[in-house]
């Protein structure tokens, strides 16, 4: 093989970024001559070329002094976020490389992992392997994470038996191919301590601290589509502040009382109720009751910001007081989703309905043009959006009101 000279290839290399910048110049200044330039390219290269020129939030502006690289200039203040334990590093590998691969390789927004534990080292080596982007691994504090020692475990235990007696899904066990499987001794108070830590301290971790947006993910999800746009740009220049993927209702078992505990609040503060907001979503009655509505919690793009405003946290504080976190078994979704719909304007929110997303047993995929342009692999029919279940009607409702 010919092995061409090093003053070469940095010469042509040179070269590449050049013309690169200028054909950039001219496609602003001059749009026919993107149009042009762009379908020529593409009738050559077949579906398989991405035009870095099209839309608003692709991945434009590379970094020509870093070949290996190709890195938008411009980029939101945003990190994508793992809870996970070190037992969960074959389905978060799952979950990163498919981020990486539909996402994450063209755009290298850094990665933050947290755990309630140290993250062993072939955990943290096997992640730092897969991915070209940042990474950081931080410890939750004991006191952010574990149940607090002015909750009545007695009335807790009393609780938790009852819940487990009346097989109750969530709180004493989880669904799984439609059975439901005990949860283990120490998972119940895992579950509940993780519930607690995603709805009022996440967003306080200290390496949180720095970023605005995040982008959650959990263990082994799938996801069906290119994604050739940055969604945290989306959010940052459109002032949304909480983006979903699949809205459900939740078990009224679980939160028995969360409903009141809110009406009570609001009571309380009713200038945190935002003119316009999505009340209609969450209840049939004009906020009588709660129809159980909420975003599944385990996809979230969203201002963080808004976790650390002092609405919420006002209403975490009078959430946690009450200690339906341990007493009940409130979930993270119902607490972000009634916070959301109740104190921000209704134009803030934003279904990411491009983006192909399973997490067992649910998925939501784009249908139509959407699945077209995604070059999604999911399948149409499978979609939740129109199941029985979904409360995707009574959003869409809410927004033609």
Not at 241 to 259: K, R
Not at 295 to 300: K, M
Not at 308 to 332: I, M, Q
Not at 371 to 386: I, S
Request: glycine share 4%; hydrophobic share 35%; proline share 5%.
């Amino acid at each position: 093989m010919v092995r061409m000279p090093a003053s070469f290839v940095r010469r042509a290399y040179i070269f590449l970024c050049i013309v690169t910048v200028l054909h950039f110049i001219l496609s602003i200044s001059f749009p026919s001559y993107g149009r042009v330039t762009s379908e020529s390219i593409s009738r050559l290269a077949g579906d398989k070329w991405f035009d870095p020129f099209e839309g608003s939030y692709v991945a434009t502006d590379y970094d020509c002094s870093a070949p290996a690289r190709l890195e938008p200039s411009r980029k939101a203040n945003a990190t994508i976020l793992f809870l996970a334990r070190n037992s969960d590093l074959q389905g978060v590998v799952t979950s990163l490389k498919q981020m990486e691969d539909r996402f994450n390789k063209r755009f290298r927004y850094p990665y933050t992992f947290l755990n309630d534990k140290p993250f062993s080292d072939k955990f943290k080596q096997t992640i730092v392997d897969l991915t070209d982007a940042p990474v950081e691994f931080g410890l939750i504090p004991p006191e952010d994470w574990n149940q607090p020692g002015w909750i009545d475990e007695n009335k807790a235990a009393a609780n938790r038996k009852e819940m487990q007696e009346k097989e109750i899904v969530y709180a004493a066990y989880r669904a799984s191919s439609r059975l439901l499987v005990p949860i283990m001794a120490r998972d119940i108070f895992s579950y509940r301590n993780m519930c607690r830590f995603n709805s009022g301290f996440f967003y306080r971790h200290s390496l949180m601290q720095k970023y605005r947006y995040y982008w959650r993910v959990e263990p082994d999800v799938i996801f069906y589509c290119d994604l050739g746009y940055d969604p945290f740009l989306y959010m940052q220049d459109n002032e949304k502040v909480y983006g979903f993927n699949i809205v459900l209702p939740d078990y009224i078992e679980t939160i028995a009382s969360l409903w009141n505990v809110t009406k009570q609040f609001i009571a309380e503060y009713p200038e945190v109720a935002a003119r316009n907001n999505s009340m209609d979503f969450i209840s049939d009655d004009g906020g009588e009751t709660y129809n159980l509505c909420h975003f599944w919690s385990n996809f979230e793009i969203a201002d963080a910001d808004f976790w650390r405003s002092e609405a919420y946290s006002k209403y975490f504080t009078t959430l946690d007081a009450y200690g339906g976190f341990y007493y009940e078994r409130w979930g993270d979704a119902p607490v972000h989703s009634i916070a959301a719909s109740l104190f921000l304007p209704r134009d803030k929110l934003h279904f990411f309905n491009d983006i192909g997303y399973r997490h067992h047993p649910l998925e939501h995929c784009p249908i139509g043009e959407l699945h077209k342009q995604g070059k999604c692999w999911c399948k149409e029919e499978e979609n939740f959006d129109y199941h029985w279940y979904s409360c995707m009607p009574k959003f869409e409702r809410m927004l033609q009101s």
